[in-house]
Nanobody
Framework: QVQLVESGGGLVQAGGSLRLSCAAS????????MGWFRQAPGKEREFVAA????????SSADSVKGRFTVSRDNAKNTVYLQMNSLKLEDTAVYYC?????????????????WGQGTRVTVSS
């Protein structure tokens, strides 16, 4: 069973940047698709970005395209989410997730392991 630990959240001003990290342990990381999701207060969890097991394919939500970049380092068993030009509406708890397969997935049902979440707060 894989375990995921996120880090890198915090308070940042609008227009600023943060990099989230997700360290994985357990099953073979390099064949596991990874995703980032977020959940704002009173809202459902939503897809942010995903990356395939070998890092060759990525996908991101329209709301973050051009601002957020997902990447991974399989030698370090870590996936990253670089967030630039942050907006107030990016405020949420961000979750890292490990998929059941090795490809890119945007649906929560494709993921079977979740981290504990890291909070990102964007202030004006």
């Amino acid at each position: 069973q894989v375990q995921l630990v996120e880090s890198g959240g915090g308070l940042v001003q609008a227009g600023g940047s943060l990099r989230l990290s997700c360290a994985a342990s357990g099953r073979s990381f390099r064949i596991t698709g990874m995703g980032w999701f977020r959940q704002a207060p009173g809202k459902e969890r939503e897809f942010v970005a995903a990356i395939s097991g070998n890092g060759g394919a990525t996908s991101s939500a329209d709301s973050v395209k051009g601002r957020f970049t997902v990447s991974r380092d399989n030698a370090k068993n870590t996936v990253y989410l670089q967030m630039n030009s942050l907006k107030l509406e990016d405020t949420a708890v961000y979750y890292c997730a490990a998929a059941k397969g090795s490809l890119v997935y945007s649906s929560t049902s494709a993921y079977d392991t979740w981290g504990q979440g890291t909070r990102v707060t964007v202030s004006s």
